[in-house]
Nanobody, 129 residues
Framework: VQLQAFGGGLVQPGGSLRLSCAVS????????IGWFRQAPGKEREGVSC????????WYADSVKGRFTISRDNAKNTVYLQMNVLKPEDTAVYYC???????????????????????WGQGTQVTVSS
């Protein structure tokens, strides 16, 4: 099973995009979902994570106040609203599932990509004038 991230594109600095993460034939309800990004020549970086219920969220310091993660379990979809985009946000964005951890554990471990499963191909976000 692979999650599909989509909604990327080319946007000017200061612009907005909303990414979606979805999958068919697989229920996301029981999993926390993380968004990661990877720029050329750089390691994969945790951007945000949301608990299975949606009541807890976590963000990288670099995106706090600009990005918002949310989920609609009825639609089996997780979103990443990205506002005030900067050139340094340019990367391929991925989503993946995180299971088997309590919220307390996720709070300290969510940025570790090796704990995630069901990675998809990602969606390119390019911020440029």
């Amino acid at each position: 099973v692979q999650l599909q991230a989509f909604g990327g594109g080319l946007v000017q600095p200061g612009g907005s995009l909303r990414l979606s993460c979805a999958v068919s034939g697989f229920t996301l309800d029981y999993y926390a979902i993380g968004w990661f990004r990877q720029a050329p020549g750089k390691e994969r970086e945790g951007v945000s994570c949301i608990s299975s219920s949606g009541t807890s969220t976590w963000y990288a310091d670099s995106v706090k106040g600009r990005f918002t993660i949310s989920r609609d379990n009825a639609k089996n979809t997780v979103y990443l609203q990205m506002n005030v985009l900067k050139p340094e946000d340019t990367a391929v964005y991925y989503c993946a599932t995180l299971g088997g951890l309590t919220v307390w554990q996720i709070r300290t471990l969510w940025t570790r990509p090796e704990l995630y499963r069901n990675w998809g191909q990602g969606t390119q976000v390019t911020v440029s004038s």
